[in-house]
């Protein structure tokens, strides 16, 4: 049975910890990857392509395939070099023997995040065991967004609500990042 205070420290992620996590990371196997431009896993892998992540798709069904200019692995087991993340794009229940296959990795990742709606305390207990850091129920995304202030500008998560368009520093699309001004 997993340990209780333990679990509570997931319930809520202190801001400076998940900006120095998604810092600190370059290399992130994504578990769950699709194909599929409407599904949520394509949608976050493209954006963290275009933020510079090293992002290396894992799906059986795709393995051998390439989606946004990547080869696809198979499994964890399958990506022939280090990674620092491992971000887990699949079930809760999923998440237990995917955390087994991350923590057989030489060498081991430093986070093991995994996404909305995906939370597996006892999966997190064994990885944390270990010394990996876990973050669960969170996508990389919507955290990068927030905390580079791409989501806040446009009025969601600014508490403030206006038609005006934003300024923008040059013409077209700004990327904005999550470090420190």
């Given at each position: 049975m997993?340990?209780?205070?333990?679990?509570?420290?997931?319930?809520?992620?202190?801001?400076?910890?998940?900006?120095?996590?998604?810092r600190s990371v370059r290399s992130i196997?994504?578990?769950?990857?699709?194909?599929?431009?409407?599904?949520?896993s394509w949608i976050v892998t493209?954006?963290?392509?275009?933020?510079?992540?090293?992002?290396i798709p894992v799906n059986p069904g795709l393995a051998g395939q390439e989606l946004l200019?990547?080869?696809?692995?198979?499994?964890?087991?399958e990506?022939?070099?280090p990674v620092d993340m491992v971000e887990i794009f699949r079930n809760s229940e999923a998440a237990g023997p995917l955390v087994d296959e991350a923590l057989?990795?030489?060498?081991?990742?430093?986070?093991?995040?995994?996404?909305?709606?995906?939370?597996?305390?006892?999966?997190?207990?064994?990885?944390?065991a270990?010394?990996?850091?876990?973050?669960m129920n969170r996508c990389p995304k919507i955290e990068y967004g927030r905390l580079s202030g791409e989501i806040g500008w446009t009025g969601v998560n600014s508490r403030i609500l206006s038609a005006k368009r934003p300024k923008l520093?040059?013409?077209?699309f700004q990327k904005l990042t999550i470090e420190k001004r």
């Amino acid at each position: 049975m997993p340990d209780v205070s333990n679990a509570a420290r997931h319930d809520d992620y202190d801001t400076e910890h998940l900006r120095g996590l998604l810092r600190s990371v370059r290399s992130i196997a994504l578990v769950g990857a699709s194909a599929n431009p409407a599904r949520p896993s394509w949608i976050v892998t493209k954006y963290l392509l275009e933020r510079g992540y090293d992002v290396i798709p894992v799906n059986p069904g795709l393995a051998g395939q390439e989606l946004l200019g990547r080869r696809v692995v198979g499994r964890l087991s399958e990506l022939g070099r280090p990674v620092d993340m491992v971000e887990i794009f699949r079930n809760s229940e999923a998440a237990g023997p995917l955390v087994d296959e991350a923590l057989a990795l030489d060498p081991l990742p430093k986070v093991i995040w995994m996404q909305l709606g995906v939370r597996n305390d006892a999966a997190a207990a064994k990885a944390e065991a270990r010394g990996i850091t876990v973050v669960m129920n969170r996508c990389p995304k919507i955290e990068y967004g927030r905390l580079s202030g791409e989501i806040g500008w446009t009025g969601v998560n600014s508490r403030i609500l206006s038609a005006k368009r934003p300024k923008l520093a040059a013409r077209g699309f700004q990327k904005l990042t999550i470090e420190k001004r």
